[in-house]
């Protein structure tokens, strides 16, 4: 088991940054990936960006370029660094984290943080 725990939303202007931050309650050294996924209303979930142990990132194309993922396995913690901010881009913002052992992966999610990014 792992609880996360999700910081750092907030309410900023077009064109701002963000740090978000996700705390787990244990050592996220050998969980399998990591990542943050947002939610906008009345839309899906969708992935932002992810992290693995070993380093590998990837982006939804509509924050590549702008937005960082990052892991501190010293401190568990996730950050997701959120530049050039856009209206589009406002949304609840939930830690992930995937823990594979053999054939079994468990999912673990985080209550959400709010992201508003006004024009």
Known sequence: QVQLVESGG????????LRLVCSASRSIYRLNRMGWYR???GKQRELVA???TGGSTNYADS???RFTISR???KN???LQ???LKPE???VYYCNAIDTAGSTSLNYWGQGTQVTVSS
């Open 50 to 52: 992810a992290i693995t």
């Open 63 to 65: 924050v590549k370029g």
């Open 82 to 84: 959120m530049n050039s």
């Open 77 to 79: 913690t996730v950050y």
């Open 72 to 74: 501190d396995n010293a």
């Open 89 to 91: 881009d406002t949304a």
């Open 39 to 41: 939610q906008a209303p």
């Open 10 to 17: 907030g309410w900023v202007q077009a064109g701002g940054s």
